[in-house]
C-alpha cells in the first residue's frame, strides 16, 4: 500500500487523569501526526495504560480532550475508532478459539476485511506457522501474545495504532517482527502510540516521547 497522506492529527489537549484518589497525570498536551511514532515512557502505576485508554476514547479523562482532525473523539466516537486498531496489554484471546479464529473475530470487530489467506499469512509472519489451527488455550504466553498482534500485519489501512506493551512476552525474533510491522507502518504515513519497557530500535522520521512520573 502506498504512502498515506493527509490523515487527521491526534491532539491532546490539557488532559488530567485521577483514579480513585491518586492523580496520575495533568496538563498534558501533545499532538501526533502522520508518519510520527509516541512513546509512552515511565514506571508502573505512572498512567501509561490509562493514557493510552483516555487516547482511544475507552477511558474519560477527569479533564481535558483527545481529538482526531480537530474534533472531540467523543463526538465522533465510531467515526473514530474505526480509523484505530487498539491492542491492549491483555491479549483478548479466546480458549476455545483457534489462533485463525481468534484473528478472524479480532478482524471482524474492528471492520478489518480479512481473506482466509490474509489470516494465515498474517499469523506465519508472526511465527505461528503451524499454530493456526491449534485452540489457544494450547499456546503459550508468547504465542497468545503473537497471536493478538498477528491483526497489526492486517491493518495497514488504518490510519492510528494503539499499543499497550506489545513486546511483552515475545522473544527477540519476535520482537524484531513487531517492531519491523511498526516502523513499515509509520514509513506509510500512519501514526503509532506505545508504551514499553523495552528500548526498541523502530526506525521512525520522527519520534515523540512522554515520560511519565511515579506518583
Known sequence: MGKKTGIPSLEAVDLHCVRGERKLFGALNFTLRGGELLRIGGPNGSGKTSLLRIACGLLEPTRGEV????????????????????????????DDLTAAENLNVACSL????????RVGEALRRLGLAGCENLPARVLSQGQRRRTA????????????????????????????????????????GAAVILTTHLEAQIAAATTLRIDLEAN
Open 67 to 94: 481529538r482526531w482532525g480537530g474534533e472531540n473523539i467523543r463526538r465522533l466516537q465510531e467515526e473514530f475508532w474505526r480509523r484505530l486498531v487498539y491492542v491492549g496489554h491483555a491479549n483478548a484471546v479466546k
Open 110 to 117: 474492528t471492520g478489518i476485511g480479512a481473506q482466509p489467506g
Open 149 to 188: 498482534l498477528a491483526r497489526l500485519a492486517l491493518s495497514d489501512a488504518m490510519p492510528l495504532w494503539i499499543l499497550d506493551e506489545p513486546f511483552a512476552a515475545l522473544d527477540p525474533v519476535a520482537i524484531d517482527c513487531v517492531q519491523h510491522l511498526i516502523a513499515e507502518h509509520v514509513s506509510r
